[in-house]
């Protein structure tokens, strides 16, 4: 079993709650707008495994490490993770043929700052938004996300919210 700490949206605001809710996840995925690299060197500090994608802010720091798109296999589960994806139904116009063609197991994006959890019963996968971590943008509470993956299964899902 891998336990999974999700975030999104951090826009360069860093707060040691991450860190703590994250104290015993296996690995961390950041679905962009990250804002700078020390971010990224924080949510590592503790040697968990990162995975990230890029966002519409992030500049060429971020980017000469991260892709827009980032999908990868992890246990039994197909992981795509972009920063703007869209939803069910009104999923990114840009990646609306990739997705349909190729649907990953579990669709995670940012952008939105709305946290999200749906099951999209036409693709057969389950997307993940966590809302934004960070103090940029409308949302009235911040929010990151925990959960397992055990083999083929997404399980034990957790959203704390920041005040």
């Known amino acids: ?95 609306i043929n990739d997705l349909i063609n190729n649907p990953p197991k579990l669709f995670i994006c940012g952008h939105s700052h709305i946290t999200k959890v749906m099951y999209d019963k036409k693709l057969n996968l389950l997307h993940m938004n966590p809302g934004a971590a960070g103090k940029e943008g409308f949302q009235q509470v911040r929010t990151i996300m925990r959960f397992a993956i055990d083999k083929d299964d997404i399980k034990n899902l957790e959203i704390l919210e920041l005040k």
């Open 1 to 95: 079993m891998t336990t999974i700490g999700l975030l999104s949206d951090t826009h360069g605001y860093w707060d040691e709650k991450y860190t703590e809710f994250f104290e015993k996840c296996d690995e961390i995925w950041h679905a962009g707008d990250i804002g700078n690299i020390e971010i990224i060197q924080k949510l590592a500090s503790k040697g968990q495994k990162i995975r990230a994608v890029y966002g519409n802010i992030d500049g060429q720091d971020i980017r000469l490490h991260f892709p827009l798109h980032n999908r990868f296999k992890i246990e039994d589960i197909s992981v795509w993770i972009t920063h703007i994806g869209g939803y069910p139904g009104k999923y990114n116009p840009i990646i």
